[in-house]
């Protein structure tokens, strides 16, 4: 009984999700998909085309957060919904934000510097993948590129806004970190693995599994070092909690 996710490797909702599954030690695999051509695949199993999608025996959920409620109703044991009404509702609360203003915006900020540069960008997006996915990639990278600028409106005006939302964000959750332990309740849920998971891109932890490259785009790079007290908490998280243990805190 092995869970199949159908993921980008890139994508930090899918680290939600493969996050998710190692900590509640569920066995699964991965299905990567290629952005642009995993259209159709994402359709036929679900309805819209994004992913993450999880799929268990003829069952599939789409979405993070739906994916991580599914899991805890499916396997209760290690949950990451909290028990208690009052938790659990901050950690809904806390997810659903942070979907919006870490996973939007983290997204748009990054690509707006990385697709520009599609030696850097190309084997993030075609890692593990079918052996074709790299010279298909490399032809059809002007039209992909030209495509997510679009519609996620990745342009200078864009990437100025999400570093806005980013800062603001980053700035909310040290607040209450620097209350209590855990973003809701009394112990590591999904408020925190969304936190860390959809922050990730910005601090390139080993463990979401990318061959992140050596060398930045300056002003990304740039940002980064000039944030690195504010994603402590994140690296904190995945260096004690991404591996499936988490300590009392
Ligand atoms: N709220 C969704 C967002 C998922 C999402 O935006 N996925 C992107 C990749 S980061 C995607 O699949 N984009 C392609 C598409 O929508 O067709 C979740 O939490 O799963």
């Not at 994004?50 to 044991?77: H, K, T, Y």
């Not at 997510?148 to 607040?175: F, H, N, P, W, Y």
């Not at 300056?218 to 499936?244: F, K």
Request: proline content about 8%.
């Amino acid at each position: 009984m092995t869970a199949v996710l159908y993921q980008f490797p890139i994508s930090h909702y899918c680290e939600k999700v493969r996050w998710a599954l190692d900590y509640k030690q569920v066995p699964w695999r991965a299905q990567n998909l290629l952005p642009g051509l995993h259209i159709k695949t994402a359709r036929g199993m679900a309805p819209r085309s994004s992913v993450p999608i999880l799929c268990l025996q003829g069952e599939c959920v789409q979405g993070s957060a739906n994916i991580i409620s599914w899991l805890d109703e499916r396997f209760p044991e290690r949950p990451l919904t909290p028990a208690d009404p009052a938790a659990r509702e901050a950690s809904l609360h806390w997810e659903s934000r942070l979907d919006r203003d870490l996973g939007v915006h983290v997204r748009r900020f990054a690509y707006h510097y990385l697709l520009d540069r599609p030696d850097l960008v190309i084997p993030l997006f075609v890692h593990q993948g079918r052996w074709w996915w790299r010279p298909f990639l490399k032809l059809s990278f002007p039209r992909l590129q030209a495509v997510m600028r679009k519609l996620m409106a990745i342009d200078d005006r864009g990437a100025e806004e999400s570093r806005q939302v980013i800062e603001q964000t980053l700035a909310d959750i040290r607040t209450t970190l620097s209350q209590q332990p855990w973003l809701a309740g009394d112990g590591f849920s999904r408020a925190d693995l969304a936190a860390a998971a959809l922050a990730a891109p910005l601090f390139m932890p080993a463990a979401y599994g990318l061959p992140w490259p050596a060398q930045l785009p300056r002003p990304l790079q740039d940002w980064i070092n000039a944030h690195e007290d504010d994603l402590a908490w994140a690296r904190a998280l995945y260096r004690d909690c991404r591996s499936g243990s988490v300590p009392a805190r």
